[in-house]
C-alpha cells in the first residue's frame, strides 16, 4: 500500500491487509480468520468465519460480558420478576436501566424494572462466603413485594468463591410456595461474550417457567415472538401491528415480557423467531417438547415487516387472517413509502456501516435498503458462524472448550402437552409452496460480495474502516459513538437508539428515515478533523478532502 492510493483504488485484499498490518504475526493470524472478504452471494455456500471464539487479550472488543447477556439482555426486560444480583455494587450499577428496554406496567402495575436488587458483597463476604447474604436478600425482596419469581445472577466472584446459588434458591422457593425462585450461573467469565449469558438465562426460564401456566389465553392466531427486547419501544409498535391484525401474541421472549406470559408459551401455535442469535434453541426446544413449529421473521424495515406478517398468515392459511393482514399493509404503507421516498431524494446512494450484536448487524441493513443506501461493512460482536453463513452449518460447529462450558439442555417430547400444530400432509404443502420453517440464510448471503466482513471488531480496526471507507454513517453502541465522531462521521447507536425509536414495524421504519436523513445530512460532521486529516502526509493520499 503506498501513501498516494486513492480510496476508490483500495481493493478489499488492500483493506483487509492494511487492518492487519499493525498487529504482531501470531495476532494478524487469528484475526485474519475473523475478517472476511464477502464472496456468498451467487456461491453455493459462504466462505467460512471464525466467530464465537475468545477476543485476543489486549485487544479493545466491543463485546460485553456473560452476566450482560443473562441478566441484562434476557432477564432484563421482565418486569414482575425481581433480578438479585449476587455481586458486587458494580456489576448492578452498570447493568441498571442501561439498556433500554420498555415496559409498559400493565394494569396490575407491577413493575421492577426502575429498582436495582443486589447483594452488594463486600471483601469479607468474599473471604467468607455470601450465600448467607444472598439468602437475607431474597427473603427482605420476598417480604416486601412478593413477587411471582425471583431471579439471582452470579457475577464472576460468586463463581470464583463457590457460593451455591442453585442451593439457596433451592432452599428458599421450598420455602415460599408463592415464589418462583431460580438461578443463573452466568459469571461474567462464564463465556466468550454475552451470547453464553443468552443460553444460560433462556435455558433457564425454559426450564422452570416455561408451561406452569395450564389454561390457555384467548385469541385467534396465537403466536410467540421470540428474541425481540422491545428496544426504544419496538415491541409497542409490532404488538400495535398484531393487534390490528387479529394476530394473538401470547409471549414476547422478553420484550416487554411478564412472569405469566413464559409461563404460557407453550400454548402458542407459531413461534416467529426475530433475533436469530439470542435464542433460536429456544424455538428449537419449543418445537421439541410442545410441537410448535418456528419461523424467521424481521420486523425491521417496513418491507421486511410486510414480508413477515404475510408469512404469518401463509402459515396459519386461514383466507380470513390473510385478507386482514394484506389490508393493515395497504393501509400502513402509502404513509411509509411517502417519506422514504422523499428522503431518498437526500440519502440515495449514501454507505453506511454496522457493527452490533447478534442480529441488527443484518436487520438493519434491509432498512437502509428501503432509503436506497448501502451496508459497506458489517459484523457481529458476538453472534455465531450460523448467523453469518446460515443455519446449514450447525451440524458442522466446532465444539470448543468454551462452548462445552454452556449447557445444552437434551429436551423430549411432553407426553401430556406435545401437540402436532400441523399435519406432515400441511406441513408438506406449505414447504413445498415455497414456505420456509426453521430457515434462517445468515447474514453474508445479503451483503454484496467483495464487502468486508468483521467478527468482533476493535477499536482499532473500527477507525481503520471508517479511515479508509469513509461511511456516511457509523453504526454501533455508546463505546464507539465518540470516537466515531470525533472522526467527522455521524454515529447512530443501533443497541440503545441513542434516545429515539422505536425502529421496528411501519411507524418505526418512518422513526429510522427521518433521523437517518437527519444524519447523513448533517454539516456538522464536516467541521471535525479526523487524526490523519490533521497530519499533513497522510492528508494527500484520500479522494474525500
Ligand atoms: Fe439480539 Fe438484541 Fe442483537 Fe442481542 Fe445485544 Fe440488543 Fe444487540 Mo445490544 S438480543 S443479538 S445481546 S438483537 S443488547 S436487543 S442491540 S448487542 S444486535
Redesign the pocket.
Given at each position: 500500500m503506498t501513501k498516494t492510493t486513492k480510496m476508490v483504488q483500495w481493493s478489499p485484499t488492500d483493506i483487509k491487509d492494511e487492518l492487519l498490518k499493525k498487529y504482531p504475526p501470531k495476532v494478524a493470524r487469528k484475526r485474519a480468520k475473523q475478517i472476511m472478504i464477502n464472496e456468498a452471494v451467487g456461491a453455493d455456500t459462504s466462505p467460512e468465519i471464525v466467530a464465537n471464539v475468545r477476543t485476543i487479550p489486549g485487544i479493545i472488543t466491543m463485546r460485553g460480558c456473560t452476566y450482560a447477556?443473562c441478566k441484562?439482555?434476557i432477564m432484563g426486560p421482565t418486569r414482575d420478576i425481581v433480578n438479585i444480583v449476587h455481586g458486587p455494587i458494580g456489576c448492578s450499577f452498570y447493568a441498571w436501566l442501561t439498556?433500554r428496554n420498555q415496559t409498559d406496567a400493565g394494569k396490575d402495575g407491577e413493575n421492577y424494572i426502575p429498582y436495582c436488587f443486589s447483594t452488594d458483597m463486600q471483601d469479607q463476604d468474599i473471604i467468607f462466603g455470601g450465600e448467607k447474604k444472598l439468602e437475607a436478600a431474597i427473603i427482605e425482596a420476598y417480604e416486601l413485594f412478593h413477587p411471582k419469581g425471583i431471579c439471582i445472577f452470579a457475577t464472576c466472584p460468586v463463581g470464583l468463591i463457590g457460593d451455591d446459588i442453585h442451593a439457596v434458591a433451592r432452599k428458599l422457593s421450598a420455602q415460599y410456595e408463592d415464589c418462583n425462585i431460580f438461578a443463573f450461573s452466568c459469571e461474567g467469565y462464564k463465556g466468550v461474550s454475552?451470547s453464553a449469558g443468552?443460553h444460560i438465562a433462556n435455558n433457564q426460564v425454559f426450564t422452570h417457567l416455561v408451561g406452569e401456566n395450564k389454561k390457555s389465553p384467548e385469541g385467534e392466531y396465537k403466536i410467540n415472538l421470540l428474541?425481540e427486547?422491545n428496544?426504544g419501544g419496538d415491541g409497542f409498535e409490532i404488538d400495535r401491528i398484531f393487534k390490528k391484525c387479529g394476530i394473538t401474541n401470547i409471549s414476547t421472549f422478553s420484550g416487554n415480557s411478564t412472569y405469566d406470559q413464559f409461563a404460557s408459551a407453550q400454548h402458542a401455535d407459531l413461534s416467529c423467531v426475530m433475533?436469530h442469535?439470542?435464542i433460536n434453541y429456544v424455538a428449537d426446544m419449543l418445537e421439541t417438547k410442545y410441537g410448535i413449529p418456528w419461523i424467521k421473521v424481521n420486523f425491521i424495515g417496513a418491507r421486511s415487516t410486510a414480508k413477515s406478517l404475510r408469512k404469518i398468515g401463509e402459515y396459519f392459511g386461514d383466507p380470513k387472517l390473510i385478507k386482514r393482514i394484506n389490508d393493515v399493509i395497504a393501509e400502513e404503507m402509502p404513509e411509509v413509502e411517502a417519506v422514504a421516498e422523499e428522503v431518498r431524494t437526500r440519502t440515495n446512494g449514501k454507505t453506511a456501516m454496522i457493527f452490533?450484536?447478534?442480529?441488527?448487524?443484518h436487520h438493519y441493513q434491509d432498512l437502509f435498503a428501503e432509503m436506497g443506501m448501502k451496508t459497506i461493512s458489517a459484523g457481529y460482536?458476538f453472534?455465531h458462524r450460523d448467523d453469518y453463513e446460515g443455519r446449514e452449518v450447525i451440524p458442522s460447529l466446532k465444539v470448543d472448550s468454551d462452548s462445552r462450558n454452556i449447557e445444552e439442555l437434551t429436551v423430549e417430547a411432553d407426553e401430556k402437552l406435545f401437540k402436532a400444530r400441523k399435519t406432515p400432509d400441511e406441513v408438506k404443502a406449505l414447504e413445498e409452496a415455497g414456505f420456509k420453517f426453521k430457515h434462517y440464510e445468515g447474514l453474508n448471503k445479503d451483503m454484496d460480495n467483495g464487502s468486508i466482513i468483521v467478527d468482533d471488531l476493535n477499536q482499532y480496526e473500527a477507525e481503520k474502516l471508517v479511515e479508509i471507507l469513509k461511511p456516511d454513517v457509523f453504526c454501533a453502541?455508546i463505546k464507539e459513538k465518540f470516537s466515531i465522531q470525533k472522526l467527522g462521521v455521524p454515529m447512530k447507536q443501533?443497541?440503545s437508539y441513542d434516545s429515539g425509536g422505536p425502529y421496528a414495524g411501519f411507524k418505526g421504519a418512518v422513526n429510522f428515515y427521518k433521523e437517518i436523513d437527519r444524519l447523513v445530512g448533517s454539516k456538522v460532521w464536516s467541521y471535525m478533523k479526523a487524526p490523519w486529516q490533521k497530519n499533513p502526509e497522510l492528508t494527500a493520499t484520500f479522494v474525500w478532502e
Open positions: 447477556g441484562g439482555v439498556r454475552q443468552h428474541g427486547y428496544i433475533c442469535r439470542s452490533v450484536g447478534g442480529s441488527r448487524a460482536e453472534a453502541g443501533l443497541h
